[in-house]
């Protein structure tokens, strides 16, 4: 962890650095963002100039595309993570990049406390995350991972709706089981309950607790009104 300036807060901003950047997986984002964490600074070298000819800033780059999306998902400012490529030798380059992206964490103040965000909301949106990164490494991985020359057809590809769609059902729906079944392991709740809890539809719950209920997951118990684990 490094670079903590002070404002009206702390700001807390974690600089990953690993011999090579392919290595950086979505647990380290999203451990780091869960301890509290407000901003995740990640530089690589500069795409086709891989050390290890392995591809792994490409690897990083996909990565980093997934986890923007899941922040958004959940409510989170996505630019309080990003990556730069660089070459070592760009030290100036590098500082200029750091302090821009401290400004940006700055402003998007703390998280958790930012904006309004239910603190114990964002707790189970990460413990959920956190979760199901197992499976979604797999679907990244086989699914999701785009496979092109430059970042500008990566961002193409990550707005698109083609890839919309592959994340609603991949991974949109699977997480907010996961949240769900979180949320119930406390306590039971109402359908309402949840959906004021995770910014759900209560639509959305309700698809999601009948799909959970055929599977075994959950119960409605009639005399509270209320859906617990089965």
Same mark, same amino acid.
């Given at each position: ?8 807060? *702390? *700001? ?7 011999? /090579? ?7 380290? %984002? ?9 901003? %995740?600074?990640?530089?690589? /070298?500069? &795409?086709?100039? /891989?050390?290890?000819? *392995? ?8 990565? $980093? ?21 660089? =070459? ?13 992206? $401290? @400004? ?33 490494? &797999? %679907?990244?991985?086989?699914? &999701? ?16 709706? #083609? ?5 609603? $059902? ?8 996961? @949240?769900?079944? &979180? ?6 709740? =109402?359908?309402? #309950? ?6 759900? =539809?209560?639509?959305?719950? =309700? ?7 055929? @599977?075994?997951? $959950? ?12």
């Amino acid at each position: 962890m490094a670079g903590v300036s002070r404002l009206q807060y *702390t *700001t807390e901003i974690r600089l990953i650095r690993l011999m /090579c950047s392919g290595r950086i997986d979505l647990a380290h %984002v999203f451990r780091a963002f869960s301890n509290g964490i407000d901003g %995740v600074f990640i530089g690589g /070298c500069r &795409l086709n100039e /891989c050390n290890y000819i *392995t591809h792994g800033n490409f690897h990083a780059l996909n990565m $980093v595309f997934l986890s923007k999306k899941i922040m958004e998902h959940i409510g989170l400012n996505p630019e309080r993570l990003r990556i730069e490529f660089m =070459s070592s030798g760009e030290g100036n380059l590098f500082a200029e990049v750091v302090d821009d992206f $401290v @400004q940006t964490v700055r402003d998007a103040g703390a998280i958790g406390t930012s904006k309004g965000i239910n603190k114990n909301a964002l707790k189970i949106n990460f413990n959920a995350i956190l979760n199901l990164i197992p499976y979604i490494r &797999l %679907v990244e991985s086989e699914r &999701l991972r785009g496979h092109f020359a430059t970042l500008e057809d990566y961002k193409e590809f990550y707005a698109s709706e #083609e890839f919309e769609k592959l994340f609603s $059902v991949l991974i949109a729906d699977k997480l907010a089981i996961s @949240q769900i079944m &979180l949320l119930l392991k406390e306590k039971p709740l =109402s359908t309402g #309950e949840m959906s004021e809890i995770l910014g759900l =539809s209560p639509s959305e719950i =309700s698809k999601h607790l009948n799909s959970s209920s055929k @599977q075994g997951l $959950v119960k409605y118990e009639e005399g509270e009104k209320r859906f617990a684990l089965a």
